[in-house]
């Protein structure tokens, strides 16, 4: 949780832990994060699927940003929600109509089919849409997808502190655990009393000890 929820990086756990008397090896830290991380995330995504299919998708926020791997550009598109929780991460090595598609596709089959999409001017995302029938539903404006853009800053700030990524294989699997796990704790404190907030904070942290003794 400490590697993946806050901008560390593998020794700065190891450091933590040994402040707690707990001697583990960063590799170890490298080890429980590849083995159990995917797992955890993909229970909180299931968990939060079945919640929405409760209710109607009203707004996604769709945005791509540029990561760079070994010197080569790749693209994250990043799928957001009304509230700012990130609905669905997705690598690709170019920024065109099949990757568009291929990244709506994917996120449409998971979470329905929403109410309005907005994006910015990026010509791949009203060319995908138009293939799958809602083009009608696209909304683009100078600060209305502020909500993604925002979503990409804790990702940026994880990807400093690991000094970048090697594989894309890596980058998309940690996304998709980084945006899970972020969700799961973001309680957005601006909107809450201090008293709420405490009382959802302390909901997380039991949720998440549930999810990793089972």
């Not at 994060?33 to 299919?53: L, S, Y």
């Not at 065109?96 to 990026?122: C, H, N, W």
């Not at 909107?191 to 959802?200: G, H, I, P, V």
């Amino acid at each position: 949780m400490m590697y993946v929820r806050f901008p560390l990086s593998l020794r700065n756990v190891e450091d933590l832990l040994h402040e707690r008397g707990i001697e583990i090896s960063h590799e170890t830290v490298r080890y429980w994060w590849n083995r159990f991380g995917p797992i955890f995330a993909a229970e909180i995504r299931r968990n939060r699927v079945n919640r929405m299919r409760s209710y109607s998708n009203w707004q996604w926020h769709l945005d791509e940003v540029f990561v760079k791997i070994n010197g080569e550009t790749h693209y994250l598109w990043r799928a957001v929600d009304h509230e700012g929780e990130v609905l669905e991460s997705y690598v690709t090595k170019r920024r065109d109509r099949k990757a568009a598609l291929k990244f709506l596709r994917k996120s449409m089959k998971r979470y329905g089919q929403p109410e309005s999409i907005v994006t910015d001017k990026l010509r791949s995302y009203g060319a995908a849409m138009r293939v799958v029938g809602n083009g009608s539903r696209q909304e683009t404006g100078r600060w209305l997808n502020n909500r993604a853009e925002n979503s990409h800053l804790p990702f940026r700030r994880r990807e400093r502190a690991m000094l970048r990524f090697r594989q894309m294989r890596c980058l998309q699997k940690f996304a998709a655990v980084h945006s899970s796990v972020r969700n799961h704790f973001n309680q957005e404190r601006a909107l809450y009393s201090r008293d709420n907030f405490k009382l959802n904070r302390a909901a997380a942290l039991a949720e998440w000890r549930q999810l990793c003794s089972a």
